[in-house]
């Protein structure tokens, strides 16, 4: 269905450029679920998944492709993107994606939008970026179309680690405002004019380095990525609890970060701060106020939450059921990871946003090196000896490694659903097409997602070839 709409004050002379979020996708959501203790939707029976505020459908039409057994539906105001995405499925011969031109007000009028009720909801790169009243909207249509147990992803800017750039992109929009030219020049001219301000000394720039892009000259699509995240009228940084509370009032229960390293304390948190956030929790301290804890302890930037919606009986797994769905995860190392003989000494680190997080390679050298065989199960990995005495340690390596983009959680049905065919012809499609990327990507069937393409297809090819099988 093709419905005119609008939404006043968001830009459209300028489309996003195609950036594929992993985060989105339902295994990945299932995985970290899981790993929390919660029931995950069953990925192995029929789902719908629906993205609301989908811009050209990169993440919908890859979401079908490589799972077959969801309904992938995808909804924006934006008639020129959503055929963009009505395209790239037709091209891609994906039959379990469809599109809606409607706005967020316009899903709630009428049983005639044939929007059905979803296990999955997404709202990427939206909810700051809206007015007040499209926020309400949005949870309207969680509430009336979130099933009880299904899983809400919502990314927002948050405090305080955006709040202090409110000055910066209202001068952006403000030296902008007579240009002429399109958004996206508007973005670069505006950008270089905040670069020109840094270079001479100003008192911001000096307390805030990273706030601006790491490099000059802004390609196309980082222009177009730069407009629509700071020259729309409406650009709210939201405190967590505010955010907590109103998804309460939509039926609706924090679960944890789809980053799944901000799951774990010592990986995300500064050493001095874990024992006070400890205290906190024994204290009886609410998710909210924990959150909020975390929030200032990184100066969080912009937060991507999982949310379920209350169901009778609660979402939290017993005990034996948490134990039986983690031995029963699937995983695979990409082609981010080292090849070759893992060494026994040493340390691995990553970047983090509190720094550089460092894990001993004894730790992580027996599963990358079980791994380097062929996927295996958590059941695998925990029976290896290095973990024989503390076996939910596999849970905290699988989801850092998930994290760092070294290994990824297989679909469920993965032995015994297809997707590698659609996946393979979707692929092709991407390779030729003119759109602007952040970055080229792989749709891999197995995962149910896709992943980065190695600069010059440096990576280890056989796995990338399994991926797609």
Known sequence: MTRSSSAPGYITDTGYPWHFHRETMPAWSAAILTALGRRAPDLTRPYTWLELGCGSGLDVVVGAATNPQGRFIGIDFNAQAIEQGRALA?????????????????????????????????????????????????????????????????????HPGFASFAAARRLMRM???????????????????????SDAGAGYFQDHPGMLPATQPIDDATAAFLAHEYLNEHWDVLHTADVMAELAEAGCEYAGSAAPCENIDSASMPPATQGMLEELRRSGADAAVVETFKDLARNQTQRCDIYQRRRPGGNLLSDPAHQTGLLGQRVCLLPAAPAGPIPARGSITFSSRIGPVSLPMGDVAPLLALLQDGPCSYADLAGLSAYARRPGFVNLLLQILAWAGWLQFLRPDAHSAGGAECASRLNAVLARSPAPFSGPILAAAAIGSAIPVPDGSAGDMLRLEWLGS
């Not at 809206?130 to 099933?147: D, F, N, P």
């Not at 405002?177 to 020109?196: G, N």
């Open 175 to 197: 030296v902008a405002a007579d240009s002429s030219c399109t958004s996206a020049d508007k973005a670069r001219s505006a950008m270089a004019f905040l670069q020109r301000m």
């Open 90 to 158: 037709r091209d891609a011969g994906v039959g379990n994606a469809c599109f809606h031109c409607l706005g967020f007000e316009q899903v709630l009028e009428a049983s005639e939008n044939g929007i059905p009720a979803c296990d999955f909801l997404v709202v990427h790169g939206v909810y700051s970026w809206v007015s007040a009243e499209a926020r309400t909207a949005i949870r309207r249509i969680v509430a009336r179309k979130l099933k009880p147990g299904g899983v809400l992803y919502l990314s927002y800017l948050s």
